[in-house]
């Protein structure tokens, strides 16, 4: 076994890996601790301990980097370039003014190396990051029903109440508040007094949004996690050299369109 595969087997080590998430931890504990009143000992033993988490970092990126087989192609992972920015930003010594509050402030993100390391994290992610331009259109749809239902609302109880129905804006914060279920019933209670039938504005909105578009939304995720999921395991199984299982559905398509194209060509 040469360096390349022996560094190679040690970043892809599962105690490793599990060592870098406890550093990672630590370190987001320390960050919080740090926000209290400390005693000058405990703030030096804080300094050398988050000193001490930083040469880490910078040992086990340089340990993935020269891990990496092709070294260009290091960098060609987001994850890569996101975890060698926040090392080398971390690496800015504490002196004064915005310098060391940049610093601070990289710091934070540390936590977010987690996301990079645990792979199940990276899929939770870029899941959600490849559903957001399918949400766009629900919650366009979500502002439309927001839009109408807060017009209705300021033409119908603005004389009621005119700190919750005022205008539009205010009334899309009033119905905001209605879908969280923050004192609604405050709310229907009031106009109700006015307009008994005013039950039937707030259910049909709390239906539509709190309801109806909750559950869109939990199915684009939870579909756009499943082809994540499968997109995986495909790429997992293609390194390991394992043959992907046949897709019936697939393969009955692909027969359907060779019958069309023969059918097309007997006819000519």
């Known amino acids: ?34 926000t209290f009143e400390l005693s000058p000992r405990t703030q030096g033993l804080l300094e050398i301990a ?7 970092f910078v040992f086990e990126i340089g340990l993935r980097f020269l891990a990496t087989p092709e070294k260009k192609r290091f960098f060609t992972n987001g994850w890569n370039v996101f975890d060698t920015i926040v090392v080398a930003v971390s690496l800015i010594p504490g002196g004064g003014g915005d310098q060391v509050l940049v610093a601070r402030l990289v710091r934070v993100f540390r936590v977010l190396r987690m996301v990079s390391i645990i792979p199940e994290l990276r899929i939770l992610l ?83 949004t709190a309801f109806a578009f909750l559950n869109m939304v939990i199915g684009i995720v939870v579909n756009v996690l499943d082809e994540e999921h499968a997109r995986a395991k495909a790429e997992d199984d293609r390194i390991a050299g394992v043959e992907a299982p046949v897709d019936n559905r697939a393969l009955l398509e692909e027969i359907r369109a060779l019958r069309e194209d023969v059918a097309r060509l007997r006819e000519r």
Not at 5 to 31: D, H, K, P, Y
Not at 50 to 56: G, N, V
Not at 156 to 167: A, H, K, Q, R, S
């Open 126 to 208: 870029n899941s959600l990051i490849k559903a957001l331009p399918q949400l766009a259109y629900v919650l366009l749809l979500m502002f439309i029903i927001f839009y109408i239902y807060a017009a209705i609302g300021t033409t119908l109880f603005e004389t009621i109440n005119p700190v919750l129905w005022g205008d539009i804006a205010v009334s899309l914060l009033t119905l905001f508040r209605v879908m969280t279920f923050e004192d609604w019933t405050d709310v229907m209670y009031e106009t109700q007094e006015i307009y008994p039938l005013s039950w039937i504005y707030y259910l049909s909105f709390i239906f539509f």
């Open 50 to 56: 988050d000193w001490a988490i930083t040469i880490f």
């Open 1 to 34: 076994m040469d360096l390349n595969q022996r560094l190679q087997s040690i970043a892809q080590n599962r105690l490793f890996e599990w060592t870098a998430v406890s550093v990672i931890i630590a370190s987001a504990l320390m960050l919080g601790a740090k």
